[in-house]
């Protein structure tokens, strides 16, 4: 399992390099976590679901929430 806080990242790097790296490690069947604000999430969303990775969605009450992602194979 791997977490990232992404909003961290993406004041030093692209996040498209970012999740082409996590694809890239990221095992068949592999999960990770991802923590952040509303609008990082909905980027992510995006990035993994045209890899045909399972997302599952969670938001909390102060516009952070959690994103599931299993890499599907």
């Known amino acids: ?3 990232i806080l992404f909003s961290e990242l993406k ?3 692209s996040l498209v390099s970012v ?3 996590v ?3 990221l095992r068949p069947q592999g999960t990770f976590i991802v ?3 509303m609008e990082t999430k909905g980027e992510i969303k995006e990035m993994v679901e ?3 990775w399972n997302v599952r969605m969670t938001h909390s ?3 952070e929430g959690l994103i599931s ?3 599907l194979w």
């Open 50 to 52: 045209s890899l045909k």
């Open 35 to 37: 923590r952040n604000a």
């Open 69 to 71: 992602v299993q890499k």
């Open 23 to 25: 694809d890239r490690i």
């Open 19 to 21: 999740m082409a790296e």
């Open 1 to 3: 399992m791997l977490i």
């Open 61 to 63: 009450k102060d516009g």
């Open 11 to 13: 004041k030093r790097c």
